[in-house]
């Protein structure tokens, strides 16, 4: 049985740029749709003579804004993707959305072009809360746009965004206990972080506003994993909650350090224990599809060591832990090489890890201070460049 692979899209335009988004997301007054379908298109073939024979387990169109794509260039990559690769029978195939009226108009199309889930960007059901995060959608807007792609789409994901400024507990908690009542089986909850080089660092530094202090997100987060797990909705990762048994396939390819290819403006990869990025700026993007037949604007081999601190690093975010023996499968690094022994004796004494055999899991206790366990427990260390 072949190597799980997964391929993420990534569509880098949007109408605005949110204040607190750091991610790759470009503003044009007009984009040339055939230029951009030939060019993910020559992207995504140069990817696949490098990894055929190998099913895709789920496809990611991310962004910018991927809904602003025609539904017939989201068809035509999808229809492409499994002409290269092929699938597995239960791929998932998601895509993010805005809730607008605009973008819910598509959502028939782009469940007949083959997605057959979505991620909607609510962030917030307060609408002075949705002009703070520079949100151009309304409440009534996304609940039905929501409402519409619960109609298309078997399963849906919502976004919102919590420990706002001056948000009280109470508030958070009638917004989530409403979110939860619309029956989705996953949501994104992100407690608000101020990016480097956004607007909303600017605003910070310029004293517009104070963001949540540690002590008030932690209630926050504390309340998040009470009222999603009575929901039936527990945490399978920080920040991801899901019914047992609809969990983002997808993400899950990352946190599990499985092989993904990602195409698209700025797009990261890993593949053939390489790592790989796209030129960021889509001119640049399109300059080198022209140039060279793709857009990898970076590949480094990772050895070893790379992978095992990446892999622990990302697996340990996951609430069912990291297999050591699976990783020194992958690695070739011995169980006991991976992990500092006394530490993480010493840390699960505290009740912020369990190990069981070769199961390292951080506690619903550690997972709020993940960023500091992790540098007292990864022992590997990546090996200096030749």
Not at 127 to 155: C, K, P, T
Not at 357 to 380: H, R
């Amino acid at each position: 049985m072949s190597e799980p692979l997964a391929l993420y899209i990534h569509w880098p335009f949007c109408v605005s740029k949110c204040p607190y988004c750091d991610f790759n997301s470009h503003v044009r007054e007009s984009v040339d749709q055939d230029a951009w379908r030939a060019a993910l298109l020559q992207d995504m073939a140069h990817e696949a003579g490098l990894t055929k024979g190998r099913p895709l387990t789920s496809i990611f169109f991310g962004g910018g804004t991927p809904s602003l794509m025609p539904p017939a260039t989201v068809a035509a990559l999808i229809d492409a993707a499994h002409a290269h690769w092929g699938f597995a029978d239960d791929i998932e195939i998601t895509l993010e959305a805005n809730p607008s009226s605009v973008e819910a108009a598509r959502f028939a199309d782009l469940a007949q072009a083959g997605v057959n889930r979505v991620s909607l960007g609510l962030q917030s059901l307060d609408d002075a809360a949705l002009s703070f995060l520079g949100r151009a959608h309304s409440v009534a807007e996304s609940l039905d746009a929501l409402a519409v792609a619960q109609r298309y789409f078997a399963r849906v994901n919502i976004d919102l965004i919590y420990a706002r400024p001056d948000q009280t507990a109470e508030q958070w908690e009638d917004e989530l206990r409403r979110a939860l009542s619309f029956g989705t089986d996953h949501m994104s909850l992100y407690q608000l972080t101020i990016e480097r080089g956004t607007r909303f660092e600017t605003m910070v530094r310029t004293g517009q506003f104070v963001p949540a202090d540690n002590d008030d997100a932690a209630t926050l987060y504390d309340m998040t994993q009470s009222l999603t797990n009575s929901a039936g909705l527990p945490a399978y990762e920080i920040s991801n909650h899901a019914r047992p048994g609809s969990e983002s396939r997808h993400n899950l390819s990352y946190w599990r350090y499985d092989d993904y290819i990602g195409i698209g403006p700025g797009a990261h990869g890993r593949r053939l224990n390489n790592a790989t990025q796209r030129h960021k700026k889509p001119e640049n993007f399109l300059s080198a599809i022209a140039r060279n037949g793709h857009a990898i604007a970076g590949e480094d081999l990772l050895d070893p060591p790379s992978r095992a601190t990446e892999a622990l690093l990302m697996g340990l975010r996951l609430a069912e832990g990291i297999c050591l023996h699976r990783l020194s499968r992958k690695t070739g690094i011995a169980p006991e090489a991976l992990l500092d022994a006394d530490a993480v004796e010493r840390i699960a004494s505290l009740g912020l890890l369990q190990h069981n055999g070769s199961q390292i899991v951080v506690t619903a206790k550690g997972m709020p201070l993940l960023d500091a366990i992790l540098p007292e427990i990864v022992a590997v260390e990546a090996e200096p460049s030749a």
